[in-house]
């Protein structure tokens, strides 16, 4: 009967009669489908065995732990009548449940088997902690009934215990339920060492993995590549290369997922070569792998390199996912590298890879902005099904940083009207917008507005923007008592746009004004030594320009190599 429906035709007489309830299990382990199991539950209701908590109990766990999507609520409609099931039936209700992501549904089942008094196992409280990695007080709570049950002292309860803190950055909790354990498994001492790599503690992973071995617990290759993470994260070279022997002279067998992390720490420390070793002696690889070495070589600024890989990876059908192609991206926005960018892009196209995802649709509108080209910018923008915070501000800082004024005031009013709030990120844009198009009244209104009515307070550089929009506009007395009134110290920067402007407008008196108040903000850098040198040189004050310039020799401060850009011609750099 294993391709045929369960049917009241097919089922003989004699199983409907309640000695022979034997043949009811028979059916409960070979059902295959939802309809089968449904079936199944009327024969039993039917017959009575229902009633029978060997035969509940079997048809509970059953739907419970079955594939199909749900059936898992049916499996606790059918144990809420019945009385005298036992924990394990209620246990597999709650895993399946869990199984299902409805965390909240598998806790409401411990809360059941507590209030009926039933028998509470290992796996009982286990489900339950599982059930509270969405509620931290929910777990401080069960954490102590653990006590008060007796499971303290089962080292797979602590582990489990452990997660929970750790998944809420309780870091002290986790330590404390490790220090307390009187023995400590390896799992315990992986699950510590993965927790302080996760929450970027990479320190105490090493001298996790050190104290682990003067206990002479032997790691193997789970705590070798949560290690590995933690001297990537440090670019501790010398430490992973430590790793990397330990792996090869003591663990048998090195699998894809040890190979990715090496791959990782020796590309985030800069050794490319070995990276590169190790991934083509790998026997078989993954998406993280190749993800892995693309990642390493746009980190380490070499844009050959990763679009040669790149190419190599389509050769082989392996399929981008997005991490690779944001990295991509994002090495072309760096470098401006526009020929780049449009073979990734055909790419996606090509391939049909979901450019509706507003991650790639955000990466590949900031990676034309930077590139200079707005009008596809904004075609990707206007083309946008879904649009987020940063989508907005992607368009409107590239606007603003290529002199758009206008066209960012009005994206700014569509994305108010559209009922996203702007942050202070986006106000920085739209001030910068307002400076270099000389919109001043347009400027001052918004930054008002994000005092008033947005309630954002000024950083620094929102500040310097209404400087910088003042002194561009001419305004530099209005520049300077706005300056002064800030309820923030103005930093140098600011000093320095002020100074400009005042040497601009051959404003003597204000000049020598700001130079006095920029000497006395202690000018120690490069720059700002020159730019006062220059001032009094420029108004005949050779006196004082002997004086900067003997300061600045005997601090040993020099003038450094002028800056450097990158110009793309005929596809190289």
């Known amino acids: 009967m294993s391709g045929k429906s369960v049917s009241s035709r097919s089922i003989p007489a004699r199983i409907t009669q309640f000695p022979y309830y034997e043949s009811l299990f028979f059916l409960l382990e070979r059902c295959k489908g939802k309809r089968q199991l449904n079936q199944i539950h009327a ?103 653990v006590y008060k049950l007796g499971f303290s002292h089962e080292l797979i309860i602590r582990t489990a215990i452990m ?37 970027r503690f990479p320190l105490k992973a090493l001298q996790g993995l050190r104290s682990m071995v003067i206990n002479s617990i032997r790691p193997n290759e789970v705590t070798a590549a949560s290690v590995l993470s933690s001297c990537s994260s440090m670019k501790a070279l010398k430490e992973g290369r430590a790793v990397h022997c330990y792996v090869i002279r003591k663990l048998r067998h090195c699998d894809i997922f040890l190979n990715n992390a090496l791959i990782g720490m020796y590309s985030n420390c800069g050794d490319l070569s070995k990276a590169l070793l190790i991934f083509q002696l790998m026997p078989s690889r993954n998406v993280v792998s190749w993800t892995s070495m693309i990642k390493g070589y746009v980190d380490n600024n070499c844009p050959h390199d990763a679009l040669n890989l790149f190419t190599k990876m389509e050769s082989e059908n392996m399929r981008p996912d997005e991490v690779i192609v944001l990295e991509l991206i994002s090495m072309c926005s760096k470098l401006g590298r526009f020929e780049l960018g449009r073979h990734i892009e055909a790419y996606l196209e090509k391939n049909i890879i979901n450019k509706e995802n507003h991650s790639i649709a955000n990466a590949l509108m900031d990676m034309h902005a930077k590139c200079g080209n707005m009008k596809k910018a904004c075609q990707i923008f206007d083309g946008m099904m879904r649009k987020t915070l940063v989508s907005w501000t992607t368009i ?173 011609i005929d596809h190289a750099l």
């Open 43 to 145: 024969l039993s209701i039917i017959s009575g065995l229902i009633r029978k908590p060997s035969i509940a109990s079997k048809l509970v766990a059953s739907s419970a732990l079955s594939p199909l999507p749900g059936t898992t609520p049916i499996a606790r409609a059918i144990a809420d009548r019945i009385q005298g099931l036992d924990t394990y039936t209620w246990n597999t209700i709650a895993r399946g449940y869990l199984e299902a992501n409805k965390p909240e549904e598998a806790f409401s089942v411990y809360s059941l088997v507590r209030r009926r008094a039933l028998r509470v196992d290992s796996y009982t409280v286990l489900f339950a902690i599982k059930a509270c990695e969405i509620n931290i007080i929910q777990g401080e709570q069960l954490h102590a009934q």
């Open 163 to 199: 997660q929970i803190y750790a998944s809420y950055d309780r870091i002290s909790h986790a330590e404390q339920m490790f220090d307390e354990m009187p023995q400590r498994d390896l799992v315990m001492w992986n699950s510590l060492i993965a927790l302080y790599a996760q929450k």
């Open 396 to 568: 409107i800082n590239g606007l603003a940083r290529h002199g758009h004024g206008m066209l960012a005031l009005v994206r700014f009013c569509q994305m108010q009207r559209e009922g996203f709030k702007p942050d202070g990120v986006i106000f920085l844009s739209i001030l910068s917008a307002c400076s270099h198009a000389g919109l001043v009244d347009e400027g001052l209104k918004c930054f008002e507005s994000m005092i008033n009515d947005y309630h954002i307070e000024p950083w620094m550089e929102h500040y310097g923007s209404i400087v910088d929009l003042l002194c561009r506009a001419g305004l530099v007395k209005e520049a300077l008592d706005f300056a002064e009134a800030m309820p923030l110290k103005p930093d140098t920067v600011v000093w320095r746009m002020l100074l400009g402007a005042c040497q601009r407008q051959s404003n003597i008196e204000l000049t020598h004004r700001v130079a006095k108040i920029l000497h006395e903000a202690a000018p120690k850098s490069i720059e700002d030594y020159v730019l006062l040198s220059n001032f009094h040189a420029a108004m005949e004050g050779w006196g004082l320009t002997q004086e900067l310039r003997g300061e600045m020799k005997i601090m040993g401060l020099k003038k450094q190599d002028s800056g450097s850009s990158l110009v793309e």
